[in-house]
Structure formats: C-alpha cells, structure tokens
C-alpha cells in the first residue's frame, strides 16, 4: 500500500491531487458553460518546471548548472499567442510531465497570473483525459471573480458574486 500524498503547506493540506469532480465531469463532456461554472470553485494545479539559469564549466569543460530558477509554463499556439498551462489534477498533470512539480491555486489567481504573463489563454488537462481551453475574455473574467450561471435558456451568463 502507497502512502497517501497530499499537497501541504499551500493552504490546500487537505487536497489529495484529485480532480474536482464538477470540472473533470465538464471537460468530459465538453460543456464550456459547466467547465467555467465548476472553475470558478476549483483548485487547478500549474506546473512547476526547473528553467536553466546560468552554467558554469569544470576543468574538463563539461556544463555544470550553477543556478536554476522555478517557472510556471506558457505554451505557444500556432497563432502565435501565449496559453498558460493549468491542470485539474495530480494524474493529468503526471500525464504531461511527471517532472513538473504542482503548485496548487484558486482559479482566480491562476487566471490572474495568466494575464499578469500576457497569456490569451488557458489550456486545461493538455494530455488529457478531456482538454479545455478558456479563452481570453473568459480569462478576464475568471482573474476579476465573476461567477458563472446558467441562463433560463440553457446558456451560461457572468455576473459579479454577491459576497465579492
């Protein structure tokens, strides 16, 4: 039997890595009304990846690394623009790269940083099992805490949330 792992120490020490339920059920069926109704109550875990910084050479003049820094990844789409990697769980972010170390945050300032990086996008669950992308405005939308709601017609409209 494996240990349990938990993510602690980032205000989520009680968060095994599994996907919100709501929001793996929306990617699934890819409805873009639920997948950004259930983000805007979901913890998305970002990876973190270990970036080169500077090198030094031993007397052999193999390549050390002499500093690394952490950063969060930003994906280039044909178009040119900038999508900020996001996840919905510990197994589809292991789907992408087991190396990446995940740092667990509230939609909200997942969606904040995606802006703050000049990224039009961001791309959920990219391996899979069901990926989503939330484009721009909806970005905007999610990084200023607007809520989701599902219309009368069956649609989904934002509106600003009542204890914000």
Known sequence: MQPERRLAFTG??????????????????????????????????VPVVAMLGEVEYDENGLAHDKTSDMAVVLLQGQDGRNALLAFSGTESLARWDPAARPMPQHTQLVATAAVQ????????????????????????????????????????????????
């Open 12 to 45: 989520f020490d009680n968060d095994d890595g599994s996907a919100d339920p709501a929001l793996a059920r929306a990617l699934a069926d890819g409805d873009e009304g639920a997948v950004l109704a259930a983000l805007t109550k979901a913890r998305l875990l």
């Open 117 to 164: 990086e000049g990224a039009a996008a961001i791309v959920l669950d990219i391996a899979g099992p069901a990926a989503g992308v939330i484009e721009t405005d909806d970005v905007r939308r999610l990084a200023a805490g607007l809520q989701v709601v599902r219309l009368e017609d069956g649609g989904y409209g934002w509106i600003e949330s009542a204890h914000g």
